[in-house]
């Protein structure tokens, strides 16, 4: 992820950073939740 840290806090769940934004990843066995998807500035989902 281009600009972003990412930081695997515990199985399958994630922290990623951007500057001052801060989102999380949640991996589910069959979908996976994303809590605050940034300010849009950057390819997010690649």
């Known amino acids: 992820m281009s600009g972003y840290t990412t930081n695997e806090i515990a199985p399958g769940f ?3 950073e951007h500057g001052i934004v801060r ?3 949640i991996e589910g066995n069959k979908d996976a939740l994303l809590i605050d998807t940034g300010l849009g500035n950057d390819d997010f989902k690649k």
């Open 14 to 16: 994630y922290c990623i």
């Open 23 to 25: 989102s999380f990843l």
